[in-house]
């Protein structure tokens, strides 16, 4: 009996659609596969491009260029994960390094009270974040659109415009640039405070209830309330310890820049959604992990950083970043449409 064209038609594409579903669900069950493979390639590409890319110095570089968008990435993946989006983020780190130094420098307040006091008030930012997105049920990007100018004018407030220097700072606020040896590597403190709280982020995320709900309130948040989360706490906390990590990120920030400064604000909103979106997170919520954040900011100063060594230009760098972006959110449309 002869088969029908259409059926034909339909069986000689099976395979391929067979292969592109098998592809689609590993990446959907293990969504750090794809920044793997793309920070393995673009290193690859760049040692190739470039000798220096690959020497100890240069490393180094590239590690303490996303120390900052690492830390601050994380307390974005949490915000992200729950179905939301962090614009006050950059803006939140650079009033936190204000507050701290000047704390330190025209109070004479010791190193770890202003440290200690930089937490408290990073978590105070993250809180009043979420209570404004909880309590007056505000969209996430509305709500921190607005608290992003209000944490710009009282940085610009604070400082007078202008920066704090860190020498004028006792030494624990600028630990985070110092540098230890490992190996022919010099390795920044604030890159393992980086890797420390990637640790702990990803276990509570992963072994804890706390995490469970996290991601059932990004994946469906009328069916984890229902099924007895309380969503308004989950959301309350994730933007508390996102805050925190905020914090810890204006730590980091003082430390690379060498100073406090109210211009420092930037590019962190941008980066640290970079980092978060082409680390494998969803921007839809629900799906992602931090170790993803951290490979996603690796990919950026890695494609920064190795642009720059072969000679391209700033505006060319940011287009490839750019690109790097619309390609991560259209491969995770690919990956949920399957999913479905």
Known sequence: MKVPAKLEGTATIE???NLASRVRNVLYAYPVIGPVVVMLVATLVFSLLSDRFLSPDNLSLVTQQVM?????????????????????????????????????????????VALLLALVVGTACGLLNGALVVGL?????????????????LSLYISGGAAIRGADMPDLLTWTGSAFQLGNTRVAYGVV??????????YALQRTAWGRHVYAVGDDIVAARLSGIRTRRVLLSVYAVAGLLYAVGAWALIGRAGAASPQAAATLNLDSISAVVIGGTSLFGGRGLVVGTLLGALIVGIFRNGLALIGVQVLWQEFAVGALIIAAVALDQWIRKGSR
């Open 137 to 153: 049920r505000l969209p996430p990007f509305i709500v921190t659109l607005g608290t992003m100018s209000i944490f710009l004018a």
């Open 193 to 202: 405070v980086m890797v420390v709280l990637v640790v702990l982020v990803s």
């Open 15 to 17: 395979p391929t659609t």
């Open 68 to 112: 900052v968008i690492g830390i601050v990435g994380i307390g974005q993946t949490l915000i992200i994960l729950t179905a939301g989006i962090d614009l006050s983020v950059g803006y939140i780190a650079v009033f936190v390094s204000i507050v701290m130094a000047n704390i330190a420098v025209s109070a004479g307040t010791p190193g770890i």
